[in-house]
């Protein structure tokens, strides 16, 4: 897994399940993946040690560590919560 960039929350979010990570405004997210498909709006990373996915629009970029992008064709759906 490639880091690709890092940011910060512009607002808190609350992820409707557990396959979203939650944060409030100003916390650091480190992106891993951004999802191409039905899930365009979603990106995959961590806030701390918690990882899951956030809306892209909610992160404001203020580092790239990596020109190459991963993209992962997923449908969230498929994910499931134990």
């Not at 203020?62 to 190459?68: D, K, L, M, R, W």
């Not at 991963?70 to 759906?77: A, H, I, K, Q, W």
Request: net charge negative.
């Amino acid at each position: 897994t490639v880091l690709m960039c890092r940011g910060k929350a512009v607002q808190d979010f609350k992820g409707p399940d557990c396959r979203f990570v939650n944060f409030k405004k100003g916390e650091a997210i480190y992106v891993y993946y951004k999802l191409i498909g039905k899930s365009t709006e979603l990106w995959a990373g961590s806030v701390g040690s918690d990882f899951g996915y956030f809306p892209k629009d909610l992160l404001e970029i203020n580092h790239n560590y990596s020109n190459e992008e991963l993209e992962l064709p997923t449908d969230v759906s498929l994910i499931c919560c134990f």
